[in-house]
């Protein structure tokens, strides 16, 4: 679990920022829009508008643009120090904008909290708050020193002082409930990004190990015949040799480094047997006893059984395919049940015609109610700070279990165990789905 702790760490460091060329694009659509917008007010509805001056603040925008374009790489992503500049520079930019067109009175003034959107989806959430701070207070500024609102040349609109109070109550409100939902959000999708990374390095290890376990069948089974031609020939040596002698004493230690390393082949082929066509599938009871094995070290009573579902006996037990997602959530399902379990738990495999089942059931606290409906999301978790074998959890251990069992095909549900009175998992999988025709 370090490993994966790891990679989600990393991975939600990593996850704040956005795409200098995002930051530049959406600068030349608010340009755009900006312009388009005091032209048509000026020569479009003939309105009063300063617009040297709103031009020149434009401008501004254009100019901070064409310096990004020419001097950073587009396609890499922005520092969030960079970014939260750049997004205070919009602040100020917007803010003096609106001042000089009637400030709160404006009708486009909730563009003041476009940048804090920008910010809760790209930063972290204290400099998303700076920036937030930084808006109520261009906008308390621009309530009390602003230009008047254009209006038809020789009429003043009368715009009352509540009015513009609103205009504070509506901005603030609005950017703070579309800034919290976009958050969230945001939160969310990075909650998931990492998560579903530690799930694919997760796979990526247990692929790579069987691979690994493969390839050492194979150096041993090419290795075997030239050592064993060496073993023979120094052995020949040993007889032909005298004992005392010098030679003699070189032949024997060739005999016995030669045995020696047919004793480190044996092992590492007897733990590559991935490569062999038999262990590639095993039947629904070897499944249960090899995820039960590394537990029975602990002192919780691990038991395991398969039979047909009804006591019958007239169809088959399934023959299934070793799959590396199945051993591993399986394997990670188990040890959560054991970390948690008082004394027993209880690992028990059923089949039909059409379905393999498999139910983990243990004698622990089982799934608090306030949390069953969120198992299987990621950082949901049971243990706060450890459990009592002091045991870590990041709330990723199920979620990496469940989505392994989804992408075998297999369905999951988790309860509360009526034999023993504590969590119950319950998998399911089509016998197409998991089942070789090959026999054993």
Known sequence: MSDIASITASTTETSFGIRSRTLILLRWIAVIGQTAAVLFVTYGLHFSVPLAACLTVISASAWLNIFLGTTLTAGRFSTPEFTLAQLVFDLIQMALLLGLT????????????VPVVVAVTALPIRSASVLAVLTVIAATTISFFALPLPWIEGQNPNIPDIFIAGQIVALVTATSFISIYVWRVSLEGRRMQAALIATEAVLARESRLSALGGL??????????????????????THTLPKDGEMGEDAQLLVEQARRCREILSRLSSGGTEADPVHARHKLIDLLEEVAAPLRATDIIITTQASEKGGHSDTDAPVLRRQPEIMHALSSLADNAADFAHSKVELCGVWDDHWVEITIRDDGPGFPENIREKLGEPYITTRSGGDERGHGGMGLGVFIAKTLIERTGGVIKMGKSTTLGGAKIHIIWSRTKIETHTSI
């Open 102 to 113: 009637g400030g709160l009175a404006n009708p486009f003034v909730i563009l003041l909290g």
């Open 216 to 237: 050492a069948a194979a150096i041993a089974h090419e290795l075997g015949t030239p050592l064993g031609t060496i073993a023979l020939v120094a052995k020949e040596m």
